[in-house]
């Protein structure tokens, strides 16, 4: 991996500009995937983007920049200094100010976007979703009386569930909440997926969870969750997806590299 933090790219090689640059803004699985079958293509050089939230961040198999870009008036510079050609929003579906940034910096700049994100999970028979429209609407669908609540929503808004003190909480995240929650019952773990329906079920029964509380994320990584939930009759506090900015959207890194072979031609 070759990588900076919040500054220029190192390690490519700048001679050759004869091969298409594409930006991945990154941070998720299906970006990972899409890195690694660009990473297969010499006519493309790809450089993938990460905001930089994970201590350590798996490696990956293209340039790597980590950092914000300053807005969308910093990443539309940075699409123009670096001459990206295209770009690709492959980041978090409940990344929403990245996923907006994109959007105006493609418009300013002029260089194409696209959007890889995963689709959302549908509700089945049997499962007992209540859905919300954020973090805060999901806190207040906690209601009063005491629950027993796995909170699974990264660790970023975690925050949020301190005016709820009358809940015990069993908080996943994938690096430290910090500082740790102001609430009197409180416990972590911290993990990264996949998990497996067996797995989430066991972690359920013995901590006596009656709640879930999820962002709507998709995938299959993390879907053992709900499905161990549908298992043993919970609740699920939902966290719908917003509307994504209007730009063009597949679902999965494959689509993905058939969009880029369309819109950038074989030769530069
Ligand atoms: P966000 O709220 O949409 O973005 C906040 C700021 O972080 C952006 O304005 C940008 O800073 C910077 N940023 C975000 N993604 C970036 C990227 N890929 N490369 C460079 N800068 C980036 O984002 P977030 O929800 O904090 O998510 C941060 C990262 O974690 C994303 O890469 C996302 O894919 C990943 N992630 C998010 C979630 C989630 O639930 N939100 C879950 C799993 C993974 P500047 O304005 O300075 O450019």
């Known amino acids: 991996m070759v990588s900076q933090r919040d500054g220029a790219i190192e390690g490519v090689d ?4 004869g091969r298409y640059r594409i930006l991945i803004l990154g941070g998720t699985t299906e970006a990972r995937h899409l890195a690694e079958l660009l990473a297969e293509r010499p006519e493309f050089e790809t450089t993938i983007s990460l905001a930089g939230r994970t201590e350590a961040p798996k490696p990956l198999p293209v340039p790597t920049r ?3 870009f300053g807005g969308a008036s ?3 510079d940075y699409l123009v200094e670096q001459k990206i050609d295209l770009m690709i929003d492959a980041t978090h579906p409940f990344a929403n100010q990245i996923s907006a940034n994109a959007a105006k910096a493609a418009q300013a700049s002029g260089v194409p976007v696209f ?6 999970w549908v509700r089945q028979a049997y499962d007992r979703w209540i859905s919300v429209g954020s973090v805060a ?7 009063q009386a005491p629950r027993r609540v796995f909170l699974s929503i990264g660790r970023q808004e975690a925050h949020r569930f301190s005016t709820a003190p009358q809940h015990s909480y069993l908080v996943r995240s994938v690096d430290p909440v910090e500082p740790p929650l102001k609430l009197p019952d409180c416990r972590y773990i911290l993990a990264t997926g996949p998990f497996t329906a067996e797995g989430e079920t066991d972690l359920f029964r013995f901590n006596r969870i009656d709640t879930l509380v999820t962002k709507n994320s998709g995938g299959l990584a993390t879907y053992g969750k709900i499905e161990a939930a549908r298992a043993l009759g919970l609740a699920v506090i939902m966290i719908e997806r917003q509307v994504p900015p209007g730009i063009r959207t597949v679902h999965d890194a494959e689509a993905a590299l058939e969009l880029v072979d369309h819109l ?3 030769a530069k």
């Open 137 to 143: 609407a999901a806190v207040i669908a906690l209601g």
């Open 115 to 120: 959007a890889l994100c995963r689709p959302g």
């Open 14 to 17: 700048r001679s050759d500009m």
């Open 74 to 76: 910093g990443l539309a």
């Open 264 to 266: 950038l031609s074989p």
């Open 66 to 68: 980590i950092g914000g």
